[in-house]
């Protein structure tokens, strides 16, 4: 039996919204709850394949507007919006091409955002996952959270230049697979 209060009000469901009204939405949005469905709503409509490439753009836009709004202050918030950002962002550039207008969508830009992320070098990384499991609970969150950040790394890399950027990342996807 269905009651009113199972079935989503059309003016409360954002799936249904158009890009405009989600976008204006999220610009006064205050609570992290109302961006990250923002985030994701929008995140979805970019992954419609049945939607033009420059729609889907779009949405990914609105997507990372919101994201960006919710970089919170702490470690951990802010790492996990960088990590949705950077996955995004390697989306866009690997399912619907780079594009130099928008820095967002540079293979390069997002390579730099990488490289900026980490608090620690790949062999420094390593060297402390050898033994993860005797390591106090912050310093294993902070390896999960290194893990995290260069998850993107197995589909950016094919669209980097040879180059110093892309030489500093290759260490991470190996060093990923060591990291709890």
């Known amino acids: 039996m269905s009651t009113d209060s199972d079935q989503r009000e059309p003016e409360r469901d954002l799936s249904t919204w158009p890009v405009e009204r989600l976008q204006a939405f999220a610009a006064d949005a205050h609570g992290w709850s109302q961006l990250e469905l923002v985030r994701v709503v929008a995140q979805q409509h970019a992954y419609d394949s049945s939607e033009p490439r420059e729609v889907r753009r779009h949405w990914a836009e609105l997507s990372l507007l919101a994201n960006r709004r919710m970089l919170g202050d702490g470690a951990e918030g802010s790492a996990r919006e960088l990590q949705q950002q950077f996955m995004l962002r390697t989306w866009v550039i690997a399912h619907l091409g780079p594009e130099d207008e928008n820095s967002d969508w540079r293979p390069e830009e997002l390579a730099a955002d990488t490289l900026a992320a980490p608090a620690m070098s790949p062999s420094d990384a390593a060297t402390l996952a050898t033994n993860w499991h005797q390591l106090p609970i ?7 959270r ?32 060591l990291l709890p």
Not at 138 to 144: D, G, K, S, T, V
């Open 146 to 177: 290194h893990k995290n950040l260069t998850g993107h790394l197995k589909w950016l890399i094919g669209h980097l230049q040879p180059g110093p950027k892309r030489d500093r990342l290759l260490p991470w996807i190996e060093t990923r697979q």
């Open 138 to 144: 912050e310093q294993i969150r902070e390896l999960r």
